[in-house]
């Protein structure tokens, strides 16, 4: 018995079935991941942020903050931040909390832009945005 070859317009509808369902079912799944992530802002939840490599990398990330030149050569002070660990780990709303206009508070808020993607918090399971303040200590003496 002789079976016909399918057509390669069949063919290629199949394949174009199989690729849209696939596409279909992985936006679906991005917008589960979405979904999993509401607008709230935490203070303390189970599990806290945690920079890539823990405390201590972000020690190490901090001390590579190059102190700018400044008129007073004597500060010793510490600095304030807060910023928003969102549920994919990237920081938002970075800002001081004093010392707004300071030529150190300008330059840590840019050195501390560029701070890779954290691990988000979790609470009750879900990953979740957590407030979080980080003080950076200077001691420059000229």
Known sequence: MHVPAKSSTQNTMRLITKLLGFQL??????????????????????????????????????AGFTIPKVEDS??????????????????????PLKNHDHPITIAALNYLKRMPKWTPGKHQGHKVNVKYVIPLTICYMD
């Not at 679906?28 to 935490?42: K, P």
């Open 74 to 95: 004597n500060i010793q002070s510490k600095f304030y931040f807060e910023f928003i660990i969102r549920c994919d780990g990237s920081i938002t709303e970075l800002k």
């Open 25 to 62: 079912l992985f936006l679906f799944h991005l917008s589960i991941d979405a979904q999993d992530c509401d607008t709230t802002v935490y203070e303390v939840v189970e599990e806290m942020p945690e920079f890539p490599g823990g405390m201590e990398r972000l020690y190490e990330y901090m």
